[in-house]
């Protein structure tokens, strides 16, 4: 069954994993260097706080204010990530995962370092991409995984990259189909084009249809008002834009459109 996966990771149907993004870290563009590490503290506590307090189910830890991304993160923003998770650590009282972009070993890093359940990556495909020529390497990944000790991590393979498009175009549900089957993925995430646009309800049914027994998750550009169409088409949601204020991906996190939400989604399941 898709949805046994993630009922044993969060305990409820068809979850609502929460973004909490990062303000720019350390030795990126946008820095705020005055702030420091303190106000990345004081803001990822913030958001965390507005979204438990909404009672999503999970939540996502990512580096979302780190443009323009890179394809190898340095190590700084890696390990500050970690240290403020840590520092957090004491007051999350739900499930919890990481996504360092576009880096799939620091992903799998972070995520045994602080304890995370689940990841959420590009871990298979070449892209043509805003950051240049995106190749991968899952197999190399899940032997890094391996290496880490992190088996326990769950991999959340993200199969429509988001700023790029595949170098050699395949049929959207023949690579969901290889992704579980030659590359392990866990679960399959489905994403439009940029964060906080969503795929084409299509594009779920086509997934749907092609891994039926692997949990998929509506990735991007999830919303108050289009929950009803999509929730019904998948296993689950990641939703961070939305839930923003003013539906704004670098704002703080609107405890009150949080809340909206969850009572939307609380009423299809």
């Known amino acids: 069954m898709a949805g046994a996966l993630f009922e044993r ?3 409820v149907k068809k979850p609502v994993i929460a973004m909490v993004h990062f303000p720019p870290l350390p030795g990126t563009p946008q820095f705020d260097a005055g702030g ?6 004081d803001s990822i506590r913030r958001d965390l706080g507005a979204l438990q307090g909404a009672g999503v189910d999970a939540v996502m830890f990512g580096n979302e204010g780190d443009r323009p991304y890179q394809l190898r993160v340095d190590v700084g923003c890696t390990a ?3 240290f403020a998770i840590g520092c957090a650590k004491e007051e999350l009282r739900v499930p919890y995962g990481v996504d360092v972009l576009w880096d799939p070993h620091s992903t799998l890093a972070l995520a045994m370092a602080t304890g995370a359940r689940f990841c959420r990556e590009i871990f298979t495909g070449v892209y043509a991409s805003d950051m240049g020529l995106w190749n991968t390497d899952p197999g190399d990944t899940l032997r890094y995984r391996r290496l880490l000790g992190a088996d326990s991590v769950a991999l959340f393979y993200n199969i429509c990259a988001e700023f790029a498009a595949p170098v050699s175009p395949r049929p959207l549900g023949l690579v969901a189909r290889s992704a579980v089957f030659s590359s392990l993925a866990d679960a399959i995430c489905v994403s439009g084009p940029l964060t906080g646009e969503s795929a084409s309800l299509e594009a779920f049914r086509t997934v749907r249809e092609a891994v039926p027994d692997t949990p998929i998750l509506a990735n991007t550009g999830v919303r108050e008002d289009t929950a009803r169409e999509i929730l019904p088409l998948v296993d689950g949601v990641i939703v961070g834009t939305s ?3 003013g539906g704004v ?3 703080p996190v609107d405890p009150d459109r949080a809340r909206r939400f969850m009572e939307v989604v609380r009423s299809i399941r």
């Open 243 to 245: 839930l923003k204020r």
């Open 36 to 41: 420091g590490v303190n106000r990345i503290l």
């Open 80 to 82: 500050t990530m970690a």
């Open 249 to 251: 991906t670098w704002n």
């Open 9 to 11: 990771l969060f305990g």
